[in-house]
């Protein structure tokens, strides 16, 4: 119970963050905002005050912000928004139609800042949350603290209390990005730079595949875990999420490269799971270790959820950008008849994804 209710938390404040940014966006740029509502399938309970619906539904997975007007059902084939170079609408004896506070009313760097506003809150969350992780418990310095015996690392020369710098031409600043880095190589030979006694060098290291493990290894065991100075905080923070970036955008690369395999992705079923696990992990040490864990893993997911919808496919924020750049490019909209229709599509293809991914988790749970 205590699991499910960590990942029900976990998962809501991720998604209220994204709705709350387009909301707040929205309502700032004059955007009359329908219903805003938290969870997906029937309604348990809602009210609705100054002209917006809230509403908390009983599937714990997603929400919306909505906004008048955005589906294009004020239309019939004209289009009467303003055109982005500020132009009058196609069809002007139509315009009385369009209330003030319709979603395509609103100009193309209103709208823009409104989709853009729910990632980017994502993105400020998890930062949020990193200083509260690193303001508690520190950051994993990139200094090696053990080396695996007969390993890689130590035959490439590298000793405890080396600060690794670069790893190829990436910069390191945290040491779960040498680990990323290792498990994702593929046994591919890596250029590591590191400080030892305040002089630079490089050492080449080719990871080897642990079938205990079953991923690839350096053979650098651990890092430091270390308080920084108050003001630290906040680059530390930054690089937190950084790497959450980094390491999301790489993942997606790989799996459209192929060099990830649908074992690899993780959907709610999935999420919960890992919820899970990390929670009875971190029991034994304590409420405070359990807490700052919860929070690593929301401020990962809130990284992945904001670069997520950034991605430019139809139905996310990103396909929706994208439509407003091509009207920024061409000085007039495209029709909202057939937006929406690609944006229909799109969704049509999300739910597939979505149910696809949902039976691999629990394939899992039983494998």
Known sequence: MATFISFIIIFGLLVLAHELGHYLLGKKNGITVTEFFIGMGPTLFSFTKGGTKFSLKLFPIG???????????????????????????????????????????ASVGARFSTILAGPVFNFLLAYLIGLIIIGNAGIDLPIIMNITPGGQAEAAGLMPGDVIKKINNEKINVFRQILFISHTSRGETLRVTYERDGILDTAVITPVYSEE?????????????????????????????????????????MLVQGRLTKDDVAGPVGMATIVGETFEAAKPHGTSVVLLSMLNIAMILSVNLGIINLLPLPALDGGRLVFIIIEMIRGKPIAPEKEGLVHLAGMIALMVLMVFILFNDISRLFS
């Open 63 to 105: 929400g919306a912000c909505l906004f008048e007007g955005e589906t294009g059902n004020t239309f019939e084939k004209e289009d009467n928004r303003p055109a982005a170079d500020g132009s009058k609408s196609l069809d002007e004896e139509r315009a009385p139609e369009i209330s003030e506070g319709s979603f395509l009313k």
């Open 213 to 253: 493990f079953g991923r690839y290894l350096l053979g650098i065991n651990a890092g430091q875990y270390t308080k920084t100075g108050s003001l630290s905080v906040f680059r530390n923070a930054y690089y937190e999420v950084k790497f959450g970036m980094t390491s999301t955008l790489k993942s997606l690369r």
